[in-house]
Nanobody, 119 residues
Framework: QVQLVESGGDLVQPGGSLRLSCAASGSFSGISIMRWYRQAPGKERQLVATISRNMIITYADSVKGRFTISRNNTKNTVSLQMNSLKPEDTAVYYC?????????????WGQGTQVTVSS
């Protein structure tokens, strides 16, 4: 069984920074793409950033220049450094990953971590 566990969510003032982390554990052969999503109340889930195993990165336009995604392939972790946070960044943030289990890739999700940007 594969588990993804996020951490780092918190209440922060506008202009502040937070670092989210996500660790994968369980029985698997490898991890392909890792992603961060977010979902604000009453809104659809949004893809925030992706990073491939060989470090190809994409960002949503709304976070470019403010957020940085990174990963450690040895530790099976992915992080999201969030700077210059805005109230509109308030959401539950989820990590997701395409994990190779028994020769097949399947997508796994974490439980989410709350980020609140407010003064």
């Amino acid at each position: 069984q594969v588990q993804l566990v996020e951490s780092g969510g918190d209440l922060v003032q506008p202009g502040g920074s937070l670092r989210l982390s996500c660790a994968a554990s369980g029985s698997f052969s490898g991890i392909s793409i890792m992603r961060w999503y977010r979902q604000a109340p009453g809104k659809e889930r949004q893809l925030v950033a992706t990073i491939s195993r060989n470090m190809i990165i994409t960002y949503a336009d709304s976070v470019k220049g403010r957020f940085t995604i990174s990963r450690n392939n040895t530790k099976n972790t992915v992080s999201l450094q969030m700077n210059s946070l805005k109230p509109e960044d308030t959401a539950v943030y989820y990590c997701a990953a395409d994990v190779l289990v028994s020769g097949r890739l399947a997508e796994y999700w974490g439980q989410g971590t709350q980020v609140t940007v407010s003064s």
